[in-house]
């Protein structure tokens, strides 16, 4: 997953120099805030389960906030590849996600 401020369709994050990227879990339960510590306010408090499909990353959102994702549902996504999507919140409201569960 790559968030940055600028994004586009035909080349999503590349052209943008302030950009991160997040190598997130596939098919693991995981707490952003424990992965990802320094991260300020690019994830939220709540577990992600990720998915690979043919379409896109399935992204369910659990309350639960300890990497377990025994807590009720709260959202599901479908984030589609090779899209520039968002906003997801600043600084870098913007986000292409690719998947690769290796």
């Known amino acids: 997953m790559t968030l940055c401020l600028n994004c586009s369709n035909t080349d999503g994050c590349a052209s943008d120099d302030d950009s991160l990227e997040f190598e997130v879990p596939v098919s693991t339960c995981f707490s952003p ?40 549902i709260t959202d599901t996504y479908i984030l589609q590849y090779d899209k520039c999507l968002g906003p997801f919140g600043a600084p870098r409201p913007w986000g292409v996600f690719e998947c690769s569960e290796s």
Do not use: A, Q
């Open 33 to 72: 805030t424990e992965l990802y510590p320094d991260s300020g306010d690019v994830w939220g408090e709540f577990d992600i389960l990720d998915e690979c499909n043919e379409r896109g990353v399935k992204r369910v959102i659990y309350d639960s906030k300890n990497g377990t994702c025994l807590g009720d």
